[in-house]
């Protein structure tokens, strides 16, 4: 066999390890890159001859030289790396598996595990590259996230408004004293909203009429007026405990006087268990608390997400409201997919089609807020393969100045 054939052995053997320094680069090029997977390079001999036309030894084993090395396949780690805490609401990170779904200012789909998500101008949700984040919103008819409707680019509106909520139902902890004369009266004033979220006030009046009885009677300030139920007896056994009424009373027919909708509202005097939110025992008549279950118009002050990638947003009247949910994708083979650059990926035949849905279902991880996924680099290990590869590269070089001097001495036989 031909010295040239050592020659080009060692070139592949060359190139192919410097195609491996160029993966180790890139790595720790990218230690801090946001989601960023490692690449790992694997190599493969390139096929045999045999010696001069002779293939096999006396014994019938074959004589066989090789030809060198090539790339086997350079293959990406897509194991789970650390996360980083960033106080950042919309920053997410996924916890097991799954890529982010976003599509990009051109249109095309692709995927990525970096969350450092932000708002645009237009209130959307966009990657670093400004390629739109895909899932589900609210329905502005429902007030619910829709997940079986199509996907959509993620939009959160900072003018967003939580719709105010007429009060349907009033609760006073109260205790009359037993000990008060006849006459004697505790006035209790409790804020209720009206349906376009405007606080409005009702007093209610006890005034002792007996033992164990007393009257109470609600109001409103004009032009304001009750319709029904406003007035009624409140009757206490020997033992201090309500015993009527025996269902709660409504405040019919709230007429505000401001064009608002008429009112019903339910005073709670009884707890669902049946216990009594009104007691008569000999202490001085008090009001121990108040509730209402209404409120006003609110508008967004905070955003949070949960493991299930639901965007929520925490308004200035108390609410909480789901506002969108996002989409995550996974794959039948993930080293089939194609880097694209921007921390993006591309499916391929390889890939197969994304298999898109809610997070932690199907096999999709859950999301983290206020996180980002790091690089799963390892710079130890990276740096024992930059070793391991300038080791192969020095080797190889050394065949290639033996094989030059080899055939310099042959070169000099004719002299």
Do not use: C
Not at 140 to 167: E, H, K, M, Q
Not at 192 to 218: C, E, L
């Amino acid at each position: 066999m031909s010295l040239y054939s050592a020659f080009y052995s060692s070139l592949s053997g060359l190139s192919t390890n410097a195609n491996a320094l160029n993966v180790i680069g890139n790595n720790l090029s990218n230690i801090n890159t946001v989601g960023f997977k490692g690449s790992a390079t694997t190599f493969r001999d390139i096929f045999s001859t045999s010696l001069g036309g002779i293939s096999t030894q006396g014994n019938g084993n074959p004589i066989q030289f090789g030809l060198g090395v090539q790339v086997n396949g350079v293959s990406q780690d897509f194991s789970q790396s650390s996360f980083q805490s960033t106080g950042n609401a919309l920053d997410m990170a996924i916890q097991g598996n799954g890529f982010f779904t976003l599509q990009t200012v051109d249109g095309r789909q692709v995927f990525s595990r970096a969350g450092n998500f932000t708002r645009n101008n237009n209130g959307f949700l966009v990657a670093s590259d400004g390629s739109n984040v895909m899932g589900w919103n609210r329905d502005p008819i429902t007030g619910n996230v829709n997940t079986s409707a199509s996907l959509a680019p993620i939009r959160i509106d900072a003018g967003t408004t939580a719709s105010a909520f007429a009060t349907q139902n009033i609760r006073l902890g109260i205790n009359l004293n037993s000990a008060a004369a006849i006459g004697d009266t505790l006035t209790t004033p409790i804020q209720a909203y009206d349906s376009q979220g405007n606080p409005q006030n009702i007093i209610v009046t006890y005034t002792k009429t007996g033992a164990n009885t007393w009257n109470y009677a609600a109001s409103v300030a004009a032009p304001a007026t009750i319709g029904s139920g406003a007035t009624g007896t409140l009757t206490f056994s020997p033992s201090g405990n309500l015993t009527s009424p025996a269902t709660n009373p409504v405040f019919g027919g709230i007429n505000w006087g401001n064009g608002t909708s008429t009112q019903n509202i339910t005073w709670d005097v009884l707890n669902p268990d049946g216990s009594p939110n009104l007691t008569q025992f000999s202490a001085a008549s008090s009001t121990t608390s108040t509730f209402q279950d209404g409120y006003g118009a609110g508008t967004l002050r905070d955003l949070s997400v949960d493991q299930n990638g639901i965007i929520s947003g925490t308004f200035t009247n108390g609410q909480v409201i789901a506002l969108a949910q996002v989409a995550l994708a996974t794959f039948n083979n993930d080293n089939g997919l194609v880097q694209t650059g921007n921390n993006h990926w591309g499916q391929s035949l390889a890939s197969g089609s994304p298999t898109i849905g809610l997070a932690n279902q199907g096999g999709r991880g859950g999301v983290l807020g206020s996180n980002l996924e790091l690089s799963n680099v390892d710079m130890a290990g990276e740096f024992t393969k930059l070793i391991l590869s300038q080791r192969g590269y020095q080797a190889n070089s050394r065949v290639v100045t033996t094989t030059d001097q080899l055939l310099q001495e042959t070169l000099n036989l004719k002299q």
